[in-house]
């Protein structure tokens, strides 16, 4: 896959991961300022996928670590909702 295709997918997942934000705020204020976990975890994760796409370019090894950064995010993430989904199960 290009560049140019990866920088449009980045750009298109971060539109979802804040559209997915809004619209599930109204939801998460119930609970408290916890359950936007998984939100920030989210959104640094694509944040950080696309600077490492755009810093791959001029420094190839800080783009990488960026990448590695973003995987973390990424399984953060997957962490994140799982438990805020038991916990909302079992509170509602």
Same mark, same amino acid.
């Given at each position: ?15 979802? =991961? +804040? $559209?997915? /934000? ?18 920030? !975890? ?12 755009? +810093? ?5 090894? =800080?783009?990488?670590?960026? =990448?590695? +950064? ?7 993430? $997957? ?6 989904? /038991?916990?909302?199960? !079992?509170?509602?």
């Amino acid at each position: 896959m290009s560049t140019k295709k990866k920088m449009l997918l980045a750009l298109l997942a971060l539109i979802v =991961s +804040i $559209v997915y /934000i809004a619209v599930t705020f109204h939801l998460r204020k119930e609970l408290g300022w916890w359950v936007f976990a998984d939100c920030f !975890a989210l959104f640094m994760t694509v944040f950080t996928w696309m600077m490492s796409l755009l +810093i791959t370019r001029m420094i190839p090894h =800080s783009g990488m670590v960026l =990448s590695k +950064i973003a995987l973390l995010f990424g399984i953060l993430f $997957v962490i994140a909702l799982v438990v805020e989904y /038991i916990v909302y199960s !079992a509170a509602f």
